[in-house]
């Protein structure tokens, strides 16, 4: 199933199809049992469309989120987000079969997944809403680099996926809501909102799985998160922090605050 999705090139089909075995999984849970856990070799990097463009960071155009060309871009980023979520969520699945893990975590990992092709679908139905469309626009290239870096460290990928980048979400999201609420986009505003809302979630169970992960190995959990981040995550963490949502995802200021970029409160 998890290699199914990510060997699917086009946003709407992945994200349907991710949500259709989201719901086969859920149905089995629901039935009191699961499906097995399989043996099944994930693609080095997920199915694409020809669009959007992929480009270095440094190379994507940047606009002003005063102008509708500007929320549009801010729209397409985070939908080209959402669509690598859903891979990376699929991902961890089969990337790290060999690592014996509780039904949960297969629970909360198809969950997330079904959460973020919830999240692309509506970010995309905004976007074309306002007469765009997701590959309308380049887009960052290197939303993969922690899957690629992390693809033999289940630890380093809880740590640096839900952990710092979906945290960072919940740090910029109120900002953005704000833009678009300024904007009058009522059906912008509702979408992010959904995202925020969910989001939390999807960073308590990397916090979750990854305090589990320390238990097992008798590890600190914020010494082995610490030295994860800085192993394989590049550049300092950003504040500000948005430490109520982070703290109601399991995530305390001493886990994320010594590695701040500014560690200046």
């Not at 946003?11 to 991710?18: F, V, W």
């Not at 990337?95 to 919830?118: L, N």
């Not at 590959?135 to 290239?141: D, I, W």
């Not at 010494?223 to 922090?241: E, I, M, Q, S, W």
Request: one cysteine or more; charged letters at 25%; hydrophobic letters at 40%.
């Amino acid at each position: 199933m998890a290699v199914e999705v990510l060997t699917t090139a086009d946003g709407r089909e992945k994200t349907a199809l991710s949500r259709r075995h989201a719901a086969t999984w859920f149905a089995a849970r629901a039935a009191g049992d699961r499906l097995p856990i399989g043996r099944a070799d994930p693609p080095d990097f997920p199915a694409r469309p020809a669009r959007p463009e992929l480009l270095d960071p440094r190379d994507v155009p940047r606009r002003r989120p005063g102008s509708p060309e500007g929320r549009n871009a801010i729209l397409h980023a985070i939908a080209h987000i959402e669509l690598n979520a859903v891979d990376l969520h699929w991902d961890i699945i089969p990337r790290f079969a060999d690592t014996p893990m509780p039904a949960g975590f297969y629970d909360d990992w198809v969950k997330a997944a079904d959460d973020e092709s919830k999240h692309f679908n509506l970010v995309c139905d905004a976007l074309e809403a306002q007469g765009s469309h997701y590959g309308a626009l380049p887009a960052h290239a290197g939303m993969w680099r922690a899957a690629e870096d992390t693809a033999r460290d289940l630890m380093g990928r809880l740590a640096v996926v839900p952990m710092v980048l979906e945290a960072r979400g919940l740090d910029v999201t109120p900002g953005m809501i704000e833009i678009f609420r300024q904007a009058k986009d009522t059906q912008s505003v509702a979408a992010l909102e959904v995202i925020y809302s969910e989001e939390v979630a999807h960073v308590a169970y990397g916090s979750k799985w990854f305090h589990f992960l320390c238990g097992r190995h008798e590890a600190d959990p914020k010494d082995a998160f610490h030295d994860l981040v800085r192993r394989y995550f590049h550049g300092g963490l950003k504040p500000p922090f948005n430490e109520e949502k982070r703290a109601e995802a399991g995530m305390p200021p001493d886990f994320y605050w010594p590695l701040a970029s500014d560690p200046a409160r």
